[in-house]
């Protein structure tokens, strides 16, 4: 099946600096890809829908500055959390899926705290 | 603006029973829904998809039901095992929904050996 591999699967670093997060598909191409967030027993909400070869859309409320989004190839988007802040810390999720009719496959998820 | 429930919020059972999960969402155009599994600090796991023209899927020990009219999915876990401790997620894709999936708070499910 579909595999979205994500790493790292934690970080910590210091306020003020910049943290990427990459996600990968494996063995399929991703035109599109999601970026969530997760706050503890919270569920995931949606950040933004990253698009292959042009800007992500974000959602409602997500800083575009502040949480930049890469999609550079088919099978790779990053997410870059700059000037990150003690509140920035959560678990970050990404996902992606093979085509149309197929369901959704989430990576394992970052955990990033910000000290 | 399509909103997804899930009840019970936590579900604690002996092992080796049934059991059965509730979710429900308030728009009824949707292209599938999806049942996940998240282990803590971890990511989440596909279980089951049901396209909306579909009635039920099943994989192993897991059923899942569809009934778009009524906004209603339901999750039947088989025999239980300390094992299938978990949060279980529910998520429809909208359709003009723009391929997002909106999501249920989820379920937590706790078997006791």
């Known amino acids: 099946g579909a595999v979205v591999s994500q790493h790292p699967s934690r970080v910590i670093c210091k306020s003020g600096t910049s943290v990427k997060i990459e996600c990968r598909s494996l063995?399929?191409?991703?035109?599109?890809m999601f970026w969530y967030r997760q706050f503890p027993k919270q569920s995931l909400m949606l950040m933004a829908t990253?698009?292959?070869?042009?800007?992500?859309?974000?959602e409602q409320g997500v800083e575009k500055d502040k949480f930049l989004i890469n999609h550079a190839s088919l099978t790779l988007s990053t997410l870059t959390v700059t000037s990150a802040h003690p509140e920035d810390s959560s678990f970050y999720i990404c996902?992606?899926?093979?085509?149309?009719?197929?369901?959704?496959?989430f990576g394992s998820g970052t955990r990033l705290t910000v000290v | 603006k399509q909103e997804v429930t899930q009840i019970p919020a936590a579900l604690s059972v002996p092992e080796g029973e049934n059991l059965v999960l509730n979710c429900s969402f308030t728009d009824s155009a949707i292209y599938n829904l999806q049942w996940f599994r998240q282990d803590p600090g971890k990511g989440l796991t596909s279980l089951l998809l049901?396209?909306?023209?579909?009635r039920e899927q099943t994989s192993g020990r897991l059923n899942a039901s569809l009934d778009k009219s009524s906004g209603r999915s339901t999750l039947y876990i088989a025999a239980s095992q300390p094992g299938d401790s978990a949060t279980y997620l529910c998520a429809v894709e909208t359709q003009g929904g723009s391929e997002k999936l909106v999501f249920g708070k989820g379920t937590k499910l706790t078997v006791n050996p």
């Open positions: 063995d399929f191409q991703a035109t599109t």
């Open positions: 996902s992606a899926r093979e085509g149309l009719f197929t369901g959704y496959t």
């Open positions: 049901i396209q909306s023209s579909q």
């Open positions: 990253s698009n292959e070869g042009s800007k992500a859309t974000y």
